[in-house]
């Protein structure tokens, strides 16, 4: 049993195979967090410590008792109102225009299975792969309801929480904030770690220490973001990629959002993730309810690398979904860097040729095909072939690429509307505008209101009178630009429904399309978009040296499958830099693989390169994909990025190595490896020298000595 309730002492406790998760239902009726951390056995409540403090109010059902205070106990889910003067998880404005709710234990229930939500994104398991909590606390007064949930995922070491909140009382209420989970820790000292950014250069990883302060990060801009990516880690201070502490949380969620740390005046932490409260508030009238995103949490004391793991599973069996998770990705040419938007049908058709010629299974034609988009101000919205840049139908065109035996693929992006467009001219109003105002324009466009459903239906159809056109298998989703203009409280959530709604429809619709995400990038980068399309575009940004920094970020919370990343030309389009052909390869196969150049511009050398390049990726995709990946060093302080990925029997390892620096008469370089099995011995495929495995993870392994700047090595070694 993952889930146990004991009668008695009211404790429930949530078991994974190495982690504990503790709560009580105590006298008051108060949820208290009692524990999150290594798997114990027992019961934590002797932790609870009480105290009269000054200033730190006490409940009305604590009598005189002046030691009860939620100012100072670790609670489940901090509610405001309650004289808990922190960080509150939940704000509810009553009828009579007052902010409070006091939930109180009522009931719960234990199922076999996860529970699932209506309309978002969730963790999924099978019957026997997951155990359901809910515990239903309620307020007295109003009698609004909480619905807290937990899955209980026990092989994963995995908990994921939700929170419904439901208006079981007659008068409306008015949700203000809710977040979806809550940590509280009694002591300790801990540091942050998030991942900001901003376009062409996401999730750079960065560490602080939880301080008496509280600390906001989130987003919004109606998306997860470039800025701020939803997936924290609350670590101990000693705690690095192979031991220590460190608690996940992962948002399943692909709009607004926040994260607060705060250490309290008696030095506890309080750690929350959910919706923001900003621009956002949802009415409830009576008999009405309210889903908060789920939040994935997960722990361990093994360190960093274990932790992203036990996401990367996570999100590959219980996350993504369709038919592509587990399979190999065609590896793919986009014509965005190879062309922009001056392209006709003949350069597709000419890319795939090119394509077929160097082995890329696919020709993915990107932004620029239809109404009269030829540059980026116009036709978002006409999803209507512009068959007369194409020199003929989308029909036609699709059949010229599969005859060349190359599949094809297509840009969209469903969300927007340029003012320059039929769309737009007929309704005016669909776009998100707060009225009597002037919109906010962001690359020249508008967003469509996806909170509605005519405007959903009617792009739906749009774009399935595109797709219905030919032998389209696969779609890039973009995504450029950030919501503004938010009319209504609602609408920042709403809004977020409305994309899951379309994709929801698209990928029934659909099934063999594989679709990737995209949003200027990693705009929207998040297990939300991920539920739907098993791959998003990591960056806009295709520099080798750049990408070896965002991925790394990236690969904190999300598996290498998910990371979209391509070869493209040099000098490299955003930052100028070139790099060999090997070292671009190197980094874009820590992602799904593909190619962002026009191969007619590539000399007979470079063409051989790619041949040889994706014989090496297509060798190792399958290790590449399911293996552990673990980070060997820390691009942002080390002179070389390296990672690597170690098959599940260990008997199969792929080591990255992309030098960051040049150097006269430099030190020797060495990277220490590892997931090998200690008492193996492993043979290096290209030299056929034979290391032992412990020595390779303790001495490492000596890199060649570099010859030119950004240098990059693969080494494959196979257990003898
Ligand atoms: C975004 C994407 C790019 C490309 C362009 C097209 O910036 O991230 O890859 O598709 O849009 O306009």
């Known amino acids: 049993m993952a889930i146990t309730f004991n009668e008695t002492t009211r404790i429930f406790t949530l078991t994974t195979a190495h982690t504990t998760y503790q709560m009580q239902a105590d006298a008051q009726g108060y949820l208290l967090h009692l524990y999150y951390g290594a798997r114990t056995a027992g019961e934590m409540d002797y932790l609870l410590n009480y105290g009269d403090r000054g200033f730190s109010g006490n409940p009305n059902s604590a009598g005189s008792d002046r030691t009860y205070s939620l100012d100072a106990l670790p609670q489940e889910y901090p509610s405001l109102g309650t004289g808990d003067f922190r960080n509150y998880a939940l704000n509810i404005e009553n009828a009579d225009g007052s902010q409070c709710c006091n939930p109180v234990y009522i009931t719960h229930e234990i199922a076999a ?79 942050l770690i998030k991942f900001y950014g901003r376009h062409a250069m996401e999730r750079n990883m960065e560490r602080m220490p939880v301080s008496h302060e509280s600390t906001r990060i989130g987003s919004r801009r109606g998306t997860s973001s470039h800025q701020y990516n939803p997936g924290v880690i609350l670590a101990g201070k ?93 590896v793919l040419i986009n014509s965005w860097e190879a062309a922009y938007f001056d392209f006709t049908g003949d350069t597709i058709v000419e890319l795939a040729k090119e394509a077929k010629a160097l082995g890329i299974d696919m020709v993915v034609m990107d932004d620029g095909w239809f109404g009269k988009r030829n540059d980026d101000n116009s036709s978002l919205g ?36 340029s003012e320059d467009s039929d769309l737009y001219r007929e309704h005016p109003d669909w776009a998100i505008t707060i009225p009597g105002r002037k919109p906010v324009r962001s690359r020249n466009q508008l967003v469509l209101d996806f909170s509605r459903k005519e405007v959903r239906d009617e792009i739906f159809k749009r774009i399935c009178a595109v797709l219905d056109q030919g032998n389209v298998e696969y779609i890039k989703w973009d995504m450029n630009r950030s919501l503004a203009d938010i009319y209504a409280p609602n609408v920042t959530y709403d809004y977020v429904l409305g994309v899951y709604d379309f994709l929801e429809k698209l990928t029934n619709r659909y099934p063999d399309i594989l679709i990737e995400g995209c949003s200027g990038g990693g705009g929207r980068f998040d297990a939300g978009m991920l539920y739907y399309t098993p791959q998003i575009w990591c960056s806009d940004n295709t520099d080798a040296i750049n990408r070896t920094r965002i991925q790394y970020g990236t690969s904190f919370f999300y598996p290498v499958a998910a990371m979209g990343s391509h070869v493209s030309a040099v000098p490299n389009h955003q930052t100028g830099r070139v790099t060999s052909m090997h070292t671009r390869g190197v980094a ?59 098959s599940d029997d260990r008997s199969k390892a792929l080591v990255s190595v992309i030098r960051l620096t040049a150097e006269a008469n430099p030190s020797a370089a060495y990277v220490t490896l590892k997931g090998m099995e200690e008492d193996a011995f492993y043979r290096e ?28 090595y693969q080494i494959a070694l196979e257990r003898v």
């Open 382 to 417: 006409d999803w209507y072939v512009n068959e007369e840049k194409l020199g003929g139908t989308l029909t036609k065109l699709i059949e010229r690429v599969n005859a060349e035996g190359v599949k094809f693929g297509i840009w969209i992006e469903p969300e927007m509307v």
């Open 685 to 712: 495929k290209t030299t056929g020298k034979v290391y032992p495995g412990a020595a390779l993870m303790e001495a490492g392994i000596l890199l060649p000595a570099a010859v030119s700047e950004y240098e990059a």
């Open 588 to 646: 874009a196969m820590s992602g799904t693989f593909g190619y962002e150049l026009n191969p007619a511009l590539l000399n007979a050398k470079e063409k051989a390169e790619i041949r040889a390049q994706l014989a090496q990726y297509r060798e190792y995709q399958e290790l590449i994909r399911e293996g552990d990946y673990y980070r060997l060093s820390n691009p942002f302080q080390d002179n070389f990025a390296a990672w690597m990925v170690v």
């Open 113 to 191: 299975g996860k529970y699932t939500l209506k309309g978002l994104p969730f963790v999924r398991a099978e019957e026997n792969e997951a155990e359901t909590l809910k515990i239903i606390l309620e307020d007295p007064v109003t009698k609004v309801e909480l619905h807290l949930l937990y899955g209980v995922l026990e092989k994963e070491d995995i908990i994921t929480r939700s929170v419904i909140i439901k208006n079981a009382g007659k008068a409306p209420v008015t949700v203000k904030k809710a977040q979806s989970a809550c940590l509280d820790f009694l002591h300790g000292d801990y540091d």
């Open 238 to 330: 000693n705690t690095n990629e192979d031991s220590g502490s460190c608690y996940g949380m992962l948002f399943v969620y692909s709009g607004n959002f926040l994260v607060e740390a705060e250490k309290d005046q008696y030095d506890q932490t309080r750690i929350q993730m959910g919706l923001t409260d900003e621009l956002f508030a949802y009415s409830l009238e009576a008999g009405a309810e309210f889903t908060a995103p789920e939040v994935i949490l997960s722990y361990t004391n093994k360190g960093l690398s274990r932790l992203s793991q036990q996401y990367h599973h996570c999100i590959m069996n219980h996350i993504c979904q369709g038919k592509y998770v587990h399979a190999n990705r065609p």
